[in-house]
């Protein structure tokens, strides 16, 4: 027999054979419930139960024996084995053996002592016939790597079963309890134990939830520790290569899942101590107090081959905790109902009761210490805060994780904390608001976590919410609703978590005096232009014996207001330069701004256009007066510069009057042609480059940089009915044709006497037209309604 390697070149040699039929035939869930063993450990006067070691050491008491009910029948012998590892295999007396069918407790049970040198434990039950105790010693002193292996991935899949029936208990506990809450409950489970949740049940009916949640077990228990196993974290021996090996496909990938991924391994390590009487069988050992319940993956056999079991006890090595993290990285407020500190990547924690006598250290501002009760709890995933409220409003300078793993103090991590009084929040930078419109208010000085709502109350009594966000740990931003505000004492109420009554910060609603930086007025324009803030309360400006009227106020978007004030006057005889201007507010108030006349702003006059309209077969021509043009039409016009000369680096913007649509005509974009000097034709499509908004009156203006021209009339675009026929009998015509909703009226002659209104909406393809005086009928459509369009008639003769 050649010489074992080892543990991980064992497993990848095991892996290059062909699997056996055993092997094969091995199941990989362990649903089989088992035997079930009891467990106490003793280190320096201390005693635990099982479920609370996650590791033992040299010098432990250990306590084992096995929990069989009175009438079992089958009579098992215990054995408890110390190994050292792969290549040393480990001396007879670190053997114990425990007839577990005994009446003497001495001899039924185990009371052993961890030897120094010790590498791991592991235990086994096994038929007694006579000689198997000597044949299982000497099975394991010949191979000690298989059973080293094995303690140390038996006792990581019993971890990874843990969490998995924590799983499982969980969602049945919501299932009969309150079905209605099984969504984020299993979902909350999921993320805490780090189980892979199948989303597509939480889309099933109700009923079905629970059952789909549960089922393909195998795949839902995913690893954690960014990488490591909780075995490496716990005993220090890393699995990893393990179980990146049993993913691949020549490990059995999709057969066995990653928390029982070394089943079909261990039926192959196991059969090479296969004979006609015994055969080795794995268990994993789940802890629950005193209690381990081994879980098996198939039925034991009490016929030759018999089964002896082979399951896990706690690694031997230091037992640290596994590196916890705080999960939030914003302060949380200890006076919150409920409160839920959360951690990363922490499933044993909440799947064992490796983690006990849990506490929230704090350091208070007042130099006390103060230590707060902590329940891990899997459906919330983090750790319950109690009796916070005895700190009362006590600042908190420090909060940190204290507790027990196994037999040992730990420190875990630190959370970001709060506590405070509410009164001590401030209004920065003083309690003066302005009302008229939605105001911005910072307070500071308190606990920002433990804001619970804030509201705003009037003078008449009236509450409204306030919508406010957390901005710092000690400072929160509110919207105040002031816009229908009146001036006076307002109360803000601050309320926080704990706190019976609200703060009470007193604010002055003022109504923000107008802010005047100055008016600019191109010579020759009726509209200028005043900027500062709060200019709703302008109602006119008067500037070298012209006076304006407020118009339309817009906010620009880095703040401040723009205030257009127009005038019918002539404003070309005003002279350049800066001058004081008298502004009279609404209220009968007067004060003074600086006004800054111009020199004129560039413009352009249109000198000529043509329009080139495409030709429409079979179709009745429309003659278009100067002005119109169709959408399909390109429009090819000539302008000249006023006040200004032109450069290949201008452009003409060309817009619809609600500024819906707009282009612009360049040098580069071969739109716009510069003919030196003050001259310059452009040409457009106004559906091209307007699109389907391009209806109606077209305006332009000079581009010049940052300098924006006067808009001038451009042209109008209007949508024209396609007519395929006129005929004219001897009193009327008749028109037929598509889109006919587009004509207003029809007439017969171009003063429009005895005009045919066509009803708004009119959906037909014919209408009735008077017979035209001459040899032309004249319709006014909705997009042009001041101008007549003419149709020529071939003939006024009778039809």
Known sequence: ??????????????????????????????????????????????????????????????????????DQSARYVLVVAFLRGATNPPPKDWFFKAETWDKNPKKSGLNMTVPEGAGQAIAFMAPDTGGGYNALVKAVRGRPGVFVRAAQDLFQASLDRARLETFVNGVARVEESAPERLVPVSTALAGTLAIKLNADCLSRARSLQASCLTQNRDGMVLQTGGGTTLAEVLGGTTTQFAYSLAATKEGGAGIYSPYISLARDFARLFGVFRSASYQYAPALAVGSGERLRLQLNNPPSFQNPQTVLVAPLPPIGNAAPPPLRAAAKDAVCLAQPGLVLRLDDAPLLFATDYARDLRLKLGLQDGRSVELPLTADAERGGLVVADA????????????????????????????????????????????????????????????????????????????????????????????????????????????????????????????????????????????????????????????????????????????????????????????????????????????????ITPPRPRLELVGAHVDAPAAAAKVPLVLPTGLLAPDATLTFSVRAVGTRLTNDDAIEVATTDDEATTKLTVASGKLQSLGGDVAVGTFAPRQALGAAAVGALRMRLVQGETLGEWQPLARVVRLPVLTKVTCGDKECAIEGDDLFLISAVAGSAEGVGAVVVPVGFVGTSLTAPRPAGDALYLKLHDAPDDWVKIAVASARKE
Do not use: H
Not at 396 to 407: E, K, N, Q, T, Y
Not at 561 to 589: I, P, Y
């Open 1 to 70: 027999m050649r010489a074992l390697l080892p543990p991980v070149l064992a497993l990848a040699a095991a892996v290059s054979l062909t699997l056996p039929v055993a092997a094969a035939a091995q199941s990989t869930t362990f649903d089989l419930a088992g035997p079930t063993l009891t467990m106490r450990v003793t280190r320096g006067g201390v005693t635990l139960p099982a479920g609370q070691v996650p590791g033992i050491r040299a010098g432990d008491r250990l306590e084992v024996r096995a929990d069989l009910p009175e």
């Open 389 to 596: 409220q005895k700190l009362g409003k006590t600042g908190i300078s420090d909060a940190a994780l204290v507790g027990r793993w196994g037999f040992d103090t730990f420190t875990g991590p630190r959370f970001a904390v709060q506590n405070g009084a509410p009164t001590a929040w401030q209004p920065k930078p003083d309690d003066a608001v302005v009302i008229g419109r939605d105001a911005p208010l910072t307070l500071q000085g308190g606990a920002s976590s433990c804001v619970e709502q804030v509201a705003l109350r009037d003078r008449a009594g009236a509450t409204r919410p306030v919508e406010w966000k957390a901005s710092a740990p000690d400072e929160i931003t509110a919207t105040l609703p002031l816009a229908r505000t009146r001036p006076g004492e307002l109360t803000l109420l601050v309320a926080q978590y704990g706190g019976a009554q609200p703060a009470q910060l007193t604010l002055k609603g003022q109504t923000e005096a107008s802010r005047l930086e100055g008016f600019t007025l191109y010579t020759g324009d009726r509209e200028g232009r005043l900027v500062g803030a709060r200019l709703d309360q302008v109602a006119k400006l008067e500037v070298a014996g012209v006076t304006f009227v407020a118009g339309a106020l817009t906010r620009d978007p880095g703040g401040g207001d723009r205030l257009a004030l127009t005038t019918e006057a002539n404003t070309e005889t005003l002279a350049q330069g800066a001058s004081d201007a008298k502004v009279t507010l609404k209220d009968g108030r007067t004060t003074t701004v600086r006004a800054t």
